[in-house]
């Protein structure tokens, strides 16, 4: 069984920037969160892609944004970069809708803003 | 606004000894998550308590919660070096799939 993956492990990217995020979800998953973790906090919810449609999100504005395809894997895009962006990117995934089992987690993406 | 709120944010412990990590929560969330992380790494599942009174253990750690009280704990016994990690525990938000997070509580076990 293939765990939760992500690319790139690392990116530099300077103030403006865009940037894209890729995740593939356990085998057998079809919901995919993603996760801000900035440095010494815990991760704070971004959105949640059940069957290619976002099916919840927290408190993180239009600019980032992002889709599930078919296999169930997932892109998070973050538009005009800020410093504040920097963190590590998690992505996890479940079975199900919600989080009513339990979200596997992936490596992350550690994401520098400069 | 749901807030998660661990205690100890530090906890540094010897080899041996025995400790409680408190997690309070202002949510009705029925399910509370412990994840441990090692650093540099992601999150792993530890524990996922589904209702009042529930109580898990494996090796050294015990999770328990008490949702009326709307608080967990996580207890160690004789903590090893290879327990040493950030803890976090965790309850499902308002929206589908979000969970809320503490700010995690960095054990530090010292032979």
């Known amino acids: 069984e293939t765990g939760v993956t992500q690319s790139p492990t690392h990116l530099i990217k300077t103030r403006g920037q865009q940037v894209t995020l890729r995740c593939s979800s356990q085998?057998?998953?079809?919901?995919v969160s993603w996760y801000q973790q900035a440095l010494g906090q815990g991760p704070q919810f971004i959105f949640q892609?059940?069957?290619?449609?976002?099916?919840g999100r927290g408190n993180f504005p239009p600019r980032f944004s992002g889709l599930q395809f078919p296999n169930y894997s997932s892109e998070l895009n973050v538009n005009a970069l800020e410093l504040d962006d920097s963190a590590l990117y998690l992505c996890?995934?479940?079975?199900?809708?919600?989080?009513?089992?339990?979200?596997?987690f992936g490596p992350g993406t550690r994401l520098l803003v400069l | 606004e749901l807030k998660v709120e661990q205690n100890p944010l530090f906890l540094s412990m010897q080899e041996g000894k025995n400790y409680t990590i408190y997690c309070n929560y202002s949510?009705?969330?029925?399910?509370l998550y412990w994840y441990r992380q090692d650093p540099g790494k992601s999150l792993e599942s530890l524990f996922v308590?589904?209702?009042?009174?529930a109580v898990k253990q494996e090796g050294r750690l015990m999770a328990s919660l008490d949702t009326k009280a709307r608080l967990s704990t996580l207890h160690i016994t004789a903590a090893v070096h290879d327990l040493s990690a950030t803890y976090f525990c965790?309850?499902?938000?308002?929206?589908?799939?979000?969970?809320?997070f503490g700010k995690g509580t960095k054990l530090s076990v010292k032979p």
């Open positions: 892609y059940y069957r290619e449609e976002e099916n």
């Open positions: 308590l589904l209702s009042n009174g």
């Open positions: 949510t009705t969330s029925d399910r």
């Open positions: 965790a309850v499902d938000g308002e929206s589908q799939g979000n969970l809320i």
């Open positions: 996890a995934s479940s079975t199900g809708q919600g989080a009513l089992e339990t979200q596997y």
């Open positions: 085998s057998g998953h079809n919901t």
